[in-house]
């Protein structure tokens, strides 16, 4: 099977960067198309032309590794980043729009204290931010595979074409073309979008001379923005990436997605790490089980990425040490809702949105987001639940210190009890884990081990003549089991017995 391209899973990444800022999915690769335009209107060269594309797909990408100072100062770090396109980043509108978010979670006398210490040393904050911003973008360019061009274009996202941005205050020509490319088309999304054609050229030749370069303007005022509204927008900046029709090896697909489940855990300063945790623990048990290794590489995969969907959640939300309200519980509940819509975009990552999104779900229906129960849970997803709810439990959260190993096993076993996490999966991670291993409790409805194989591959379909062949037994014999199995589970053709299989997770190889 032919793997998706780079610009597919970047695509994908931009998608959970719209949420981060508060905007609506492909408002990144809408304002990717209209750099583009751009590009072609000032006559840049494809290497120009292509560092414009990525570092507009990528360039607030940097934004998530701040979410906790952002948080910090100004409550719902999502809401700040939306509210703060509608101003230019100078003058009275600019410090009311801090004004308006400082302390914004605390109370009067809280916000008071927070907003004196904030304005205080108002450069020195905003440059602190803006400073953590630009590294960790351009670090993770890096490691993303977009080169130099690109990483090095990242450094001026704050900067303005007046000189007054931050953190180096350079101004013109200074700021690479790209990069005032990327100034303006992504600021005229929003306004094109909310105001049509006509407000999104009166923002940009406001702003004309102080954040966007008059050439740049004036190229946007005879760009065709015609269709940007209206079409597949994903289709049609991917028939604008640089890289159109190259694809991924497998190793190259799996930095990719390590890089960007890193990128996922810099959202919060507690979470940092658990992605690639959890990916390792996770393939680790899924070789324990002796799955195939096609199984332990996409389950693995499915582990890395698993958490991208937090982007789309404040920090006010993550970071609460109290309980949270229910109408806050909704918006976390979403998150594994977000990394599956979000991943299901990409041609060849399927199978890997299906599991990824369901690493919240229980056996016994009580997870989210869906609700899924039993059957509905796939081997590879049980594991993956499994998986991250012992590393999560091991790692410091706001509202309690880390259980040591024996407490997370503990609790681990409980949830398998209550019919909450598969016992099987939680046995396999706990094995993986370093626990000691405990006997195999006995198979359900009385089954001995050899009905269980049987039973497996009357679940996949199989006749009973491939059931001999692959077992190694007479065709009677796998008659004579056949029966067995339908009196012990109570049902009397393969449709049923295939449920049986499938509601108690004895299907495929796991569990082994």
Known sequence: MTGPRRAEVLAALSLAIDLGLGQPMEHMLRSALIATRLADRLGLDDTQRGTAFYANLVAWIGCHADSHELSRWFGDDIAYRADSYQVNWQGLPFLRLLATHVGQDQGPVGRGLTAAAFFVHIKGRLSDLIHSHCA???RLADRLGLGDPVRDALVFSFERFDGTGLPSGRSGDEIPIEMRVVHLAEVAEVFLRQDGPDGAVSMVKARSGSQFDPAVVEAFESTDLEGLLDDDVWT???DQAPDNGGTLSEPELDELL???????????PFTIGHSRGVAELTAEAARGC??????????RRAALVHDLG???VPNTLWEKPGPLTEAEWERVRLHPYLTGRILRRVPGLEQVATIAAAHHERLDGSGYPLGAAGAALAPLSRL????DTYHALTEVRPHRGPHDPDEAAVILRCQARESRLDAQAVEAVL???GHPVRQRKAFPAGLTGREVEVLRLVAAGRANREIAGLLSISEKTVRNHVEHIYAKI???NRTGAGLFALEHGLTGAFPG
């Open 136 to 138: 960790s973008a351009a």
């Open 236 to 238: 049609a900046a991917l």
């Open 258 to 268: 390590l890089a960007i489940g890193d990128f996922a855990d810099l959202k919060c």
């Open 290 to 299: 002796g799955l195939p290794a096609t199984d332990v590489r996409l389950v």
């Open 310 to 312: 937090r982007m789309g």
């Open 384 to 387: 993956l639940a499994a998986a």
């Open 431 to 433: 094995r993986a884990a």
């Open 490 to 492: 109570a049902v009397s």
